[in-house]
């Protein structure tokens, strides 16, 4: 198989769960521990930070990397979803892993994958921890893709852990509590090896307190800890907190003695974040005249934050081109956008989008009103065409919504 058919296999095995949703979800580490059996443990070789949160694990990580890259190290970064190229998701010091590597891999291990029925997400993760130490990096960013205690990247006993945020996403895997949410985050934290949360919420202290306290983990508040805050290209009001977490984060990992992270390094690392390791979509700015803003905020957490960054805008007119994925709960999502916005309803090219006619429906009921379009590239033309010089098009509500601009 060329590297093409090797992905279409990859993708075809098991439908992911960014894909298609709940079918894909496995609550088990069972295959993961198989596959790394297989691989030689290759997770063991690897010196690592595990980010897992809400929402800002993606940033979060993006920056973590940027500045250890910056300080001159040799970074693995894994992460997901990736928005056009499946090896967006398994990159070192900014650079795609290798289609030849994906392909040979593959092949070496198909007959153990078809035998195990190896999720996308469990193939993937062995992938990055055998690319990784075969390249003999210095430190790696593993992102979590879901929760945190049952995913597949929590085989990992990390240099630190690192929650950026808890609040109401993929309920129905992880819990409808953000108590119970933050249990599920809290499963990365390990016996002995220090922990940074990133957002400090009244309602999760206990859990990650106890859980920490249980295992003897040396626990950090980076909103507590960290005042002031470097400037950066990223340029969503949510970065704040993100940048607050990776200085405590980075404040924990240089206390250990094993990395030397000087302050220029997260000046760079902050400003250059987008070229050292390939970062878009949050709050991105595609064009002016009339400006042009797409982010992957996809839950009220994140929304929250977003949609009064949005208003503060100048502008004469709003267009929004909004797409979102068939599990989001819309009563909670629709009414956090502007009434007074012209909208644009798609839906993104994946199994679970959710209709846009179903969607363009459910925001009449909170009078959002617009157009329904046969998808975001239509959508977002028909934005561009409408709107004037002075006006606002933003494009979101789903990762894989503004992935289909790039």
Known sequence: ?????????MFSRLPMYQQVGAVAYKKDLTNT??????????????????????????????????????????????????????????????????????????????AFLEQQELSFFEMTVGMAFAYFAAEKTDINVIEVGMGGRLDSTNIIIPEVAVITNIGLDHTQFLGT??????????????????VVVGEWE????????????????????????????????????????????????????????????????????FMEVMERTGL????????HQPKIIADTAHNAHGLRVVMPQLLAESFVQLHIVLGVVNDKNLDEI????????LYYFCKPKVPRGLDAEILRQKAEEFQRNGKVFSSVSE????ARKQAGSSDVIYIGGSTFVVAELF
């Open 280 to 287: 878009r979509g949050r709050w991105q700015i595609l064009g």
């Open 379 to 382: 959508a977002y033309d028909e």
């Open 177 to 194: 509590t953000l108590p119970e949410i933050a249990g599920e985050k809290a499963g990365i934290i390990k016996p002995g090896i220090p």
């Open 33 to 110: 521990l198989a596959f790394a059996e297989v691989l030689g443990h290759p997770e063991r070789s690897l010196l690592c930070i595990h980010v897992a949160g809400t929402n800002g694990k993606g940033s979060t990580s993006h920056l973590l990397a940027s500045v250890l890259q910056a300080a001159g190290y040799k970074v693995g970064l894994y992460t997901s979803p990736h928005l056009n190229d499946f090896r967006e998701r398994i990159r070192i010091n900014g650079a795609l892993i290798e289609a030849d590597f994906v392909v040979d891999f593959i092949a070496t291990h198909r």
């Open 1 to 9: 198989m060329n590297y093409a058919e090797t992905v279409a296999w």
């Open 202 to 269: 009244a309602a999760t202290q206990p859990v990650f307190e106890s859980r920490a306290q249980a295992l003897q983990a040396p626990l950090y508040y980076a909103g507590a800890l960290q005042t002031t805050t470097y400037p950066s290209t990223l340029k969503g009001a949510y970065q704040e907190a993100n940048k607050k977490t990776v200085q405590q984060t980075l404040a924990v990992l240089q206390a250990q003695g094993k990395y030397v992270i000087p302050e220029e390094a997260i000046q760079k690392g």
């Open 334 to 341: 629709l009414p956090l956008f502007p009434e007074n916005a």
